[in-house]
């Protein structure tokens, strides 16, 4: 049992700020996720990756949110955050939270998850 939980979305005004959060748990010990990752989707358009990171913290981003936006992460509170800064209306969107490969350690040893999804928060940017 794993979940992802984002929290963070909301209105803001062009060249505003958002910080989006996701926190990992699972029904016991986390013992590694290799990559985290954001993804965004608006209505009608593909999910499309907005920025990743990896366990060892390299990053990756779109070019469209290059300069703008930081992926980070906290490995010991199994969080990941995205710092929005200088949003554009096309900046709006469904954000969603993505894991690979979290293992967590439970009382019949060690299993792995893949492709672990938020339920994803909402980013509106007015203009």
């Known amino acids: 049992q794993v979940q992802l939980v984002e929290s963070g979305g909301g209105l803001v005004q062009a060249g505003g700020s958002l910080r989006l959060s996701c926190a990992a748990s699972g029904s016991g010990t986390i013992f590694s996720i290799n990559a985290m990752a954001w993804y965004r989707q608006a209505p009608w358009q593909q999910r499309d990756l907005v920025a990743a990171i990896t366990s060892g913290g390299s990053t990756n981003y779109a070019d469209s949110v290059k300069g703008r936006f930081t992926i980070s992460r906290d490995n010991a509170k199994n969080t990941v955050y995205l710092q929005m800064n200088s949003l554009k209306p096309e900046d709006t969107a469904v954000y969603y939270c993505?894991?690979?490969?979290?293992?967590?350690?439970?009382?019949?040893?060690?299993?792995?998850?893949?492709?672990?999804w938020g339920q994803g928060t909402q980013v509106t940017v007015s203009s």
């Open positions: 993505n894991a690979d490969h979290m293992v967590v350690a439970g009382m019949w040893g060690p299993k792995p998850f893949y492709d672990i």
